[in-house]
């Protein structure tokens, strides 16, 4: 089953993570994290993400089960509690452990997610980019709307603007330093969220990709969630 789920383009992926949280003075605190992915064609994704340090929130782990159609399953461990706690789509807007990532901008971003409007050609740092307006589906959304911004040779996200309920600039988030693996993944090395209502920001920080990884469905359950530590 495995290997036919590979050849239709299963993909399973572990990396490392340094996330960086500056406040509004611009000081910073810094986390270590832990990611397991398994990507298929056709289906939703599933994501395990692990803390390591600081102390205070070592083995938090969040599971996320990525729909294509309907309402994202998300499961939040907390170490302290010693329980899972299932996250409501309601409160998926909320902010995930203190930054400026919401618990929904850390789910796959599924086609089928949104509805669409072109916009215009745009130059972008000197990348010739589509700019598009994409409007999420899900009711609990915390964003009406989001402009895209992705560029012609490789559609590769370079920068994304959200807009919250009341339709103001919320937050902005960019891409930067996009390498490709095994001649077909391109993957950024930064990713960089700004609060402009707050003037907090979140910097996630990707390394030490290892792809074809051998993870298996068993891989992301809440029970492995809790071990995974």
């Known amino acids: 089953m495995e290997a036919d789920r590979r050849e ?25 994290l832990r990611m397991k992915i398994i990507e298929v064609v056709d289906e939703g994704d599933k994501m395990l993400t692990i803390f390591d340090t600081p102390r205070d929130i070592k083995g938090t782990g969040l599971l996320t089960y ?5 309402p994202d399953d998300q499961w939040l461990y907390l170490p302290a509690l010693k ?16 930054s400026e990532f919401a618990f929904e901008d850390l789910s796959s971003q599924e086609v089928e997610k949104y509805t669409y409007k072109y916009l215009r050609d745009e130059n972008l740092a000197g990348r010739d980019c589509y700019v598009h307006e994409r409007y999420p589906v899900d009711q609990y959304s915390g964003y009406t709307r989001q ?9 590769r996200i370079w920068k994304v603007d959200f807009y919250d309920r009341k339709n ?13 693996y095994l001649e077909k993944f ?20 990707w390394s030490n990709y290892r792809f074809a990884a051998g993870l298996r469905d068993q891989d992301f359950t809440r029970n492995s969630l809790q071990r995974a530590r």
């Not at 239709?8 to 490392?16: A, H, K, L, Y």
């Not at 402009?147 to 559609?155: C, I, P």
């Not at 919320?170 to 930067?176: A, D, I, S, V």
Request: charged share 30%; hydrophobic share 35%; proline share 1%.
């Open 83 to 98: 329980r899972v706690k299932r996250i409501a789509s309601k409160n998926k807007s909320g902010p995930f452990v203190g």
């Open 168 to 180: 103001s600039l919320l937050k902005t988030l960019t891409f930067h330093g996009y390498q490709m």
């Open 147 to 155: 402009t895209v911004w992705m560029d012609k040779d490789e559609y």
């Open 186 to 205: 391109w993957r950024a090395e930064s990713m960089l969220m700004v609060n402009h209502q707050t003037n907090k920001s979140t910097e996630l920080l």
């Open 8 to 32: 239709e383009g299963f993909v399973d992926v572990q990396m490392d993570l340094d996330m960086i949280l500056r406040n509004k003075r611009g000081e910073e605190s810094a986390r270590k």
């Open 66 to 70: 990525s729909h294509k159609v309907g």
